[in-house]
């Protein structure tokens, strides 16, 4: 399979999807695969999903689009859901680096200072405010000058965070739970320390739930599991299960400085986009799905650790909820290449991290059947490597 009219920037694997149902993806030839990726942590309620499909056909019928120059009760119903009872706001948009450059532009104008405090192996995306905030300089290559003021530290390292700090810093900028980077979830004890230092030195405290949020981590935000209220929260991928939209969350006290004409979006929360949003706001924010994703994520870990004990090339097996990473010591490129041919779809992370993302809706049952070709993938692998 050869792109001829396709820039080369992605490195595309040669299977094309042409159907999905549940938690399945069915190829050209009908071949039949068990997705651990929700499209990079997008389809959290997988693949056709009725309530959502009729929501979306409905809207496509009545009106997709109006610019942000009118009303649109949609987007309040949304918001609402989103908000909860938190005392916040949203824009729209429609991906996750948009939302981050939202947040980038919102902290600027709010504190009037310039450095924001990211970290070394975090990503946001890949325009350039959201490029400049991702601590990896493989993103940065080739582009020339980032935009300037961000400082990259050590994730987890309280003594790194506080030298960073200067009389110019306006906000801590995170993921809770590196994803991109490895899989790597922010230890408890550090985050308290980093709300603790945002409050007494007035920082800002953003979250990138993009990854994280939506579910994911067994509750709507990773920052809920996590017991922390961040100033600013962004989210994109789960919020339309595969219709692009994204979205900033940012306290009401910050609402002054995106007054009319601070910043917009042409597409930025049309009818059609939020049409989904709504509908999957409504089926992930339920105690029994979330409280499914925790059981299972926990159910995960256990099933993973026992299984793999005897795999001296696993290194570690973290993760919450249904974000889970397996760290290999080495030689991942074998075990891709095995699942693949096991009809699992699987991520990669960081240099040598197993990414699992499965959607939230998955049963127990295929979960167990997807764990089990990594246990033997991996147990093969190690046998292979001690004859
Ligand atoms: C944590 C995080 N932030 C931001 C982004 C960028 O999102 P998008 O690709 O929708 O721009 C990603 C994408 O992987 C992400 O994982």
Known sequence: MKNNYLLPNYNKMPIEFVN???????????????????GIGVANL???????????????????HTPNLYQNSLQEKVAEKLIGNRDMLAFFCNSGTEANEAAIKLIRKHTGKNQIIAFEDSFH????????????SAIHDGFGSIVEGFVHVPFNDSQALKTAISEDTAAVFLELIQ??????????????????LCHSHGLLLVVDEVQTGMGRTGNLYASDTYNIQPDIVTLAKGLGNGIPVGAMLAKSSLAASFGPGTHGSTFGGNRLALSAADK???????????GNVEELGKFSLNYLREGLKNC???????????MIGIELTEGIEPVLASLIAEKLLVLRAGQ????LLPPLVIS???????LEKIIDTLTKVREADEK
């Open 352 to 355: 040598s991290v197993i990414r």
């Open 46 to 64: 997988g693949y056709s999903q009725p309530d959502l499909v009729s929501a979306l056909k409905n809207q496509a019928e009545l009106l997709w």
């Open 312 to 322: 001296p090339n696993v290194v570690s097996i973290r993760g919450k909820g249904l």
């Open 364 to 370: 127990k049952e295929d979960l167990k059947i997807g």
């Open 125 to 136: 995306g890949r325009t350039f405010g959201s490029m400049s905030a991702t601590g990896q």
């Open 280 to 290: 999957v706001v409504a089926l992930i924010d339920t105690p029994e799905l979330l």
């Open 179 to 196: 994803g991109e980077g490895g899989v790597i979830p922010a230890d408890e004890a550090w985050l308290a320390e980093v709300v603790q």
């Open 20 to 38: 999905g149902e549940d938690v399945y993806l069915y190829d050209t030839d009908g071949e039949k695969y068990l997705d651990f990726t929700s």
